[in-house]
């Protein structure tokens, strides 16, 4: 089982997602068994911040001095018997609202699968490598694809 600890940090993302944690939750859930922790306690943390909250820790953390859409801090260690903490996703509105004002629905899909980004990073997929980045970009399409016939139930 995976908690997730959410933190909005800019009104603009409850404009749209009203329940932002439900909506996190439910995606987990729909996750295939591998990813789900089962018969385990897994936690995360997820912030929902804007652009100039994602610039300042992206420059402090990864010496880049710009926003970006998602930034991913795996923690991946042991907490207790069975219990993990894999890490912090951090996730920016702006980069979400591309074009402005998109649909909720396509707000939504983009957050989810920004969300299955960070989470793969949570777990040590990286992109550094092309073959690297293809491999990750497999298994997010594929979850994405898993989801994306369900995120207008799950939403």
Do not use: C
């Amino acid at each position: 089982m995976i908690n997730v600890e959410v933190l909005v940090e800019s009104s603009q993302w409850r404009k749209i997602v009203k329940n932002p944690k439900k909506l996190i939750l439910k995606t987990l859930k729909s996750f295939p068994k591998k990813y789900r922790f089962i018969n385990k306690r897994a936690h995360i943390s997820l912030l929902l911040t804007n652009n100039k909250k994602i610039k300042y820790l992206n420059k402090k953390f990864r010496k880049k001095n710009k926003p970006t859409d998602v930034l991913s801090f795996p923690y991946n260690d042991k907490v207790g018997k069975n219990k993990f903490y894999l890490g912090d996703i951090i996730i920016s509105y702006n980069y979400m609202n591309q074009p402005k004002n998109i649909s909720n629905l396509n707000f939504k899909n983009k957050v989810v699968k920004i969300f299955i980004h960070g989470f793969l990073h949570l777990l040590g997929f990286d992109h550094k490598k092309n073959s690297d980045f293809n491999k990750m970009q497999r298994e997010e399409n594929k979850l994405f694809n898993l989801l994306e016939k369900k995120i207008e139930k799950i939403i």
